[in-house]
């Protein structure tokens, strides 16, 4: 699969909607994470505005970040001001050194599908880890879900998981490591929740989505206009599942 560059790229023109209306990853996680990987430096691939970043900075990793996105990257910056952040794609990216943990929120799959274990084996140090993870969010209302689903159909948006009913990614990921012999100690992890979003936080959810960022925006608002009258002024209960995959370099 070829990595869509173009799209990959648009959240750095929703920032401020990704920081805030984007939802955090559990604490259990960051440390299911540090008690898996052993003591050492930390590569976050894709790091975004820091969603991950913070949890980790605030255990005192050691890490580097690395981000396509200047505009993204500034405000990594300004909340992780501690981390060393490289503003580039991972695919390009020379590690300077070995690194104990290799994680990746919310971005493996933008990254090169061909290359990206052969890059975080490079990037690893022996038996150093790598833990890649998502948030799935999704309207927990069925009805409320069918509804918003609709309008998505209607204007061609495909891809969108919020109103859709489950994701495969940790699946895929956990596949293509079991018969890869430069990885060992494969463990998958699911953390669930439920949060209600007000109708204008969601809408920033729903904008901060390549899906919705790749319509143009006169499009894109008329969506979101179909959204917040089937939302009215109630809010939204969303389902948050994070999974998480691990592995650990085996040579």
């Not at 050194?97 to 990254?111: C, D, P, T």
Request: with cysteine.
């Amino acid at each position: 699969m070829t990595v869509d560059r173009e799209r990959s790229v648009v959240f750095g023109e929703a920032v401020e909607q990704y920081d805030s209306a984007r939802p955090d990853y559990p604490a259990q996680l960051i440390t299911d994470v540090l008690e898996y990987a052993p003591p050492g430096p930390a590569l976050e691939v894709g790091a975004g505005t820091g969603k991950a970043t913070a949890g980790f900075a605030a255990r005192g990793t050691d890490l580097t970040c690395v981000e396509p996105d200047p505009r993204m990257a500034a405000a990594l910056t300004a909340k992780c001001p501690g981390a060393r952040v490289e503003i580039g794609f991972f695919e390009a990216y020379v590690p300077d050194r070995a690194f104990a943990l290799l994680y990746s929120a919310q971005a493996w799959h933008w990254i090169d599908e061909r290359r990206r274990w052969d890059l975080a084996h490079a990037a690893l140090a022996p038996s150093g880890a790598v833990a890649v993870f998502w948030n799935h969010y999704v309207v927990t209302d069925p009805d409320l879900r069918a509804a918003l689903a609709a309008v998505d159909s209607r204007y061609g948006v495909t891809t969108s998981s919020m109103h859709r009913d489950g994701s495969t990614r940790g699946e895929r990921s956990e596949h293509e490591l079991a018969h890869d012999p430069r990885y060992t100690d494969l463990d998958q992890r699911h953390y669930t929740r439920t949060d209600r979003y007000g109708t204008g936080r969601y809408l920033d959810l729903a904008r901060s989505v390549s899906a919705y960022r790749i319509l143009d925006p006169d499009t894109r608002e008329e969506v979101m206009e179909e959204f917040a009258a089937l939302l009215g002024g109630d809010g939204v209960d969303l389902t948050f599942t994070t999974d998480l995959t691990l592995a650990r370099r085996a040579r």
